[in-house]
């Protein structure tokens, strides 16, 4: 009978068990190292990058930045221009409105009978003072006026002698009508 020796065999073989666990625990050990720098260079890039992005994008805030000034100064001095053509509008359309209001009261005051000393305008408030000859003369100034005009109230009736001439001091307010914006629309639109 052969008799065979194991135990060298399965000592070469544990030998061989612990080696390979070794090279194993070894391998892993250093592709986990190799991991673990790769992914750290991919981080380090990464936040490079983002760096890199995050200087262009402050660059290019600061550039709108400049450029937002200048147009917020740009709206500043167009609506400062704005104003001013609102007011030069304004200004022309009154200068339009006096006249337009002395040839009304032209149009409306009784020939040859009656006479203004003074005219004042205030807004959308008109006070008139004048010269009749008599009573019926002012009543009639203020029919016409109350076709064209709101508010017509006679503050004041006084008899006035000159040059042995009766003639009536009078003092009248009114208030001048003016169109609805709604009403000019739908008439446009008509």
Excluded: C, H
């Excluded at 390979?20 to 490079?48: D, E, G, H, P, W």
């Excluded at 937002?68 to 167009?78: D, G, W, Y």
């Excluded at 008899?159 to 739908?186: D, G, H, M, Y």
């Amino acid at each position: 009978m052969i008799r065979i020796n194991l135990l060298p065999f399965r000592a070469a073989r544990k030998k061989e068990n612990v080696r390979r666990q070794l090279s194993m625990f070894f391998l892993t050990f250093a592709l986990i190292i190799v991991a673990v720098i790769y992914y750290n260079i991919l981080l380090s890039n990464k936040i490079q990058s983002m760096k890199v992005r995050n200087e262009n994008t402050s660059a290019q805030i600061a550039k709108y930045e400049k450029i937002n000034k200048e147009i917020a100064s740009i709206k500043k001095k167009l609506d400062q221009l704005n104003q001013k053509i609102k007011v030069i509008e304004t200004l022309d359309s009154s200068r339009k409105d006096t006249v337009k209001l002395l040839e009304a009261m032209t149009d409306l005051i009784v020939p040859n009978r009656m006479w203004f000393t003074r005219l004042d305008v205030k807004g959308d408030n008109i006070a008139i003072t004048g010269i009749a000859l008599d009573e019926r003369t002012v009543a009639d100034f203020m029919v016409k006026l109350q076709g064209a005009y709101a508010n017509v109230t006679l503050k004041s009736l006084q008899q006035r002698s000159i040059n042995e001439l009766n003639l009536k001091n009078f003092s009248l307010t009114l208030t001048r009508v003016r169109p609805k914006p709604a009403a000019t629309e739908k008439a446009k639109t008509s």
